[in-house]
């Protein structure tokens, strides 16, 4: 590369540009501010031209700026692909792994089954990003993600996928709801009252919304939030009913003021399943983590 042009602060600059705020990509990228927009600065030197616009309210790109972030996203792309094809020929099990996981794996066994595998395979850095399962399995297919961890949903024969977990769902109330004294919930009986949704179009919305399709029924969504935990506050403070995984219910840091039902449906165990691009060639490290992934899953 030219001199002052090296690929960390590459990597500094598309931080930049992706958050719209050198406060925010320093955040990300674990650097002070005043350093990460020095080495902004020496960048524009090298390149002889302002990439950003800077003003009271954040950074903006310049017209050199956006040429810079769709070049330099393709560089930083082919350097890493260069990285994980050398160590591929190295045959190690070393070096980053892109996994993408939806929220339900994320609270549910993902965390424990990560820690064992980091431990037998300490050269091995885990980089994960949580997104819906529709997001998760888009990113395996872009080579954004080695592999994924989403519930089970159609996917192309491009993607491979093996069974996770099971994510039982359950319904829970405020304590104080007239179907709380109810054992178990049907869809048609929480259909009768408001719902606390989670994300909007994700996997679970529109299970339940094909659900109570199929029941004859309508859900009406009260609220919508995008964490289980704003869904648990939601319904502690009496603004609907919730169904969510379990474990999600059980991972709630707040003062659990609700009361949880089984959810009486036959779909109420999900699927979560591991998703990666059909290959016959794979990193090392990421055939480990899947096998590790199956075989804890198997077991």
């Not at 602060?9 to 002070?32: D, K, N, P, V, Y």
């Not at 020496?42 to 390149?47: I, Q, T």
């Not at 972030?69 to 990285?83: F, I, K, M, N, S």
Request: glycine fraction near 6%.
């Amino acid at each position: 590369m030219p001199r002052g042009i090296d690929p960390y602060s590459l990597r500094l600059f598309l931080a930049a540009a992706r958050e719209g705020s050198i406060a925010r990509a320093s955040a990300t990228e674990h650097i002070a501010a005043s350093a990460l927009s020095r080495r902004i600065a020496d960048l524009e030197h090298a390149f002889g031209v302002p990439l950003f616009v800077r003003s009271p309210h954040g950074i903006a790109l310049t017209e050199a700026g956006k040429v810079a972030l769709a070049r330099g996203t393709r560089l930083e792309d082919d350097l890493q692909l260069l990285v994980r094809e050398v160590q591929a020929h190295a045959g190690e099990i070393c070096g980053v792994l892109r996994l993408f996981a939806n929220a339900s794996a994320i609270v549910g066994s993902l965390p424990e089954r990560l820690s064992a595998f980091c431990k037998k395979y300490p050269a091995v850095e885990i980089a994960l990003n949580e997104h819906i399962t529709d997001e998760v399995v888009r990113a395996c297919l872009d080579d954004r993600a080695d592999l994924g961890v989403g519930v089970q949903i159609s996917v192309p024969n491009a993607l491979e996928s093996w069974h996770f977990d099971c994510d039982p769902l359950i319904v829970i109330l405020p304590t104080d709801h007239p179907l709380a004294a109810r054992r178990k919930l049907r869809i048609t009986e929480l259909a009768r009252y408001p719902l606390v949704s989670i994300r909007s179009g994700g996997a679970l919305d529109r299970l339940l919304h094909d659900r109570a399709l199929e029941a004859n029924v309508t859900v009406r969504t009260s609220v919508t939030v995008t964490s289980f935990d704003a869904v648990c506050r939601m319904v502690e403070a009496g603004l609907g009913v919730a169904v969510i995984p379990k474990r999600a219910a059980d991972a709630f840091t707040g003062k659990g003021r609700f009361v949880r039902r089984p959810l009486d449906e036959t779909w109420m165990n999900r699927d979560l399943r591991v998703y990666a691009r059909a290959s016959g060639s794979r990193l090392p490290a990421v055939q480990a983590l899947i096998q590790a992934l199956r075989a804890d899953a198997d077991a």
